[in-house]
């Protein structure tokens, strides 16, 4: 089930928030655990059990650590070692064995194997448990109902953000429920629908205009097409976040923001505090810290910020782009803070220089093969396919130069201050709820007519 589905929107929601505000405090758990599980297994049936065995697996994890004090490193030894093993074996055993059989020339077998979604988040959010509580920063939790709810959250379950026990626990036994909050938790859900429904959706039909045209791509139509892969990418996981948030508002919990307005960055480094900022802390807290960080010397650093962006390419899927994108931009921030911090530019060519890197990245990320991304590269350039502009680039342009604006606009903090100004403001209540369900009607509108609107991060 997704959010952006007529089935979730007046069918699932409904219920349960209905039966969430019905039941008492101590209930809450209990149909927010089952609820979650519901939502899952509506389109996982059989990858329910393997989330079970998760929760079972660390809860216990959880107990034996605080009950046995002396075995707790090896504890969290074996518990990082399995759940890096379930996440691995799923993701990477196809990857592995290719790679096998094309540098030692073997025939091993592979077998498909469906990829269970939202396993990276919420295997994420069983490690930082494990590992927090080792580092002694909570005790465990002993209620299951309450641990599973944390685990299983359908709000951020399938593509994040990723929330990390320590900065729900008390939530978790102690959350207050009002009206107030749940109005404020529907606006920013709308939000984030109408950027999935309304933007994302809308600037990816030109990216898959772009991707059918193969390799007679002209050089504009293949920027055009990069373009609108830039805007869908944000619109799409940013419109989930917002939906996400909103949700967790509108039962009670506080999520972090999992994005600042990443296209108004003005260096790659600042970039990536502002894109996915869950992901980002997680790899600091748990990757780059007990690495050394940057409070070592200049090598032993250079190999930090590599690990740590080879981890982040291979986290989000099992290919060579992956790989060859977290290491391009564990390069480019390299490449920042050993040079070019140290010479002065204008703020408007940082930012200029940031979303060009930017945007050839999302060439890497949205390929399906290394081979592709690089003739795609090589049409921006005027080096491959039809050079400059041709009928087909004219087209494009024509029928989505206006979407692409709208998105341009909407990207930046501008579109974002005056709806926390309206948000403020007593008199635009009533304007902004009507705005709201403007939207709402909109999206739906665009729903009934698509048959599915899978988040663009459900792949990872």
């Known amino acids: 089930m997704v959010f952006s589905s007529v089935t979730f929107l007046f069918i699932f929601l409904p219920v349960t928030l209905l039966l969430y505000y019905l039941v008492p405090e101590k209930g809450k758990n209990l149909v927010l655990l089952v609820l979650s599980l519901i939502f899952y297994a509506w389109g996982e049936p059989l990858y329910v059990f393997l989330m079970l065995y998760s929760i079972l697996f660390n809860y216990g994890m959880g107990l034996l650590m605080e009950k046995h004090e002396g075995a707790k490193k090896q504890i969290l030894i074996f518990s990082v070692i399995i759940n890096l093993f379930i996440i691995g074996f799923f993701k990477y055993y196809g990857f592995l064995i290719e790679n096998l059989n094309a540098v030692f020339r073997l025939s091993l077998p592979v077998r498909k194997i469906a990829l269970p979604i939202g396993i990276s988040f919420y295997t994420f959010q069983a490690l930082s448990y494990v590992i927090d509580l080792y580092r002694g920063r909570f005790k465990a939790q002993k209620n299951f109902i309450a641990f599973g709810a944390y685990i299983t959250m359908f709000p951020q379950l399938i593509a994040g953000p990723i929330v990390r026990y320590e900065d729900i626990k008390d939530q978790m036994t102690n959350r207050?429920?009002?009206?107030?909050?749940?109005?404020?938790?529907?606006?920013?859900f709308i939000i984030g629908l109408a950027k999935k429904v309304l933007l994302a959706n809308l600037i990816g039909a030109l990216f898959n205009e772009v991707q059918a045209l193969g390799a007679e791509v002209s050089t504009l139509s293949a920027w055009l097409g990069a373009l609108a892969?830039?805007?869908q990418i944000y619109f799409d996981f940013s419109g989930y976040s917002d939906m996400a948030i909103g949700l967790g508002d509108m039962l009670g919990f506080h999520f972090s923001e999992n994005f600042k307005h990443p296209y108004f960055a003005d260096s790659v480094t600042d970039f990536w505090r502002r894109w996915h900022i869950s992901l980002g802390t997680w790899f600091r807290e748990y990757v780059y810290i007990p690495l050394g960080g940057n409070r070592v010397k200049v090598l032993r650093h250079v190999f930090n910020i590599?690990?740590?962006?080879?981890?982040t390419g291979l986290w989000h899927g099992a290919s060579w782009n992956f790989v060859f994108w977290g290491l391009y931009y564990g390069l480019l921030l390299l490449f920042e803070k050993y040079i070019l911090d140290r010479i002065r530019l204008p703020k408007i060519l940082r930012r200029l220089m940031m979303i060009f890197a930017v945007i050839i990245g999302w060439v890497f990320f949205s390929a399906e093969s290394l081979p592709q991304a690089f003739q795609t590269l090589a049409a921006m350039f005027g080096a491959g396919g039809r050079a400059g502009?041709?009928?087909t680039a004219r087209y494009l342009l024509k029928s989505y130069g206006l979407p692409l604006i709208f998105c341009a606009f909407f990207s930046f903090p501008a579109a974002h201050a005056l709806l926390n100004k309206c948000e403020k403001e007593t008199t635009l209540?009533?304007?902004?709820?009507l705005f709201a369900v403007v939207l709402l009607i909109l999206s739906t509108a665009c729903l009934v007519t698509q048959n599915y609107n899978p988040f663009l991060y459900f792949r990872f």
């Open 176 to 188: 207050r429920l009002s009206g107030a909050r749940l109005g404020k938790g529907a606006l920013r």
């Open 229 to 231: 892969y830039t805007f």
């Open 306 to 311: 590599l690990v740590v962006w080879l981890l």
């Open 389 to 391: 502009i041709d009928e």
């Open 429 to 433: 209540r009533v304007p902004l709820l």
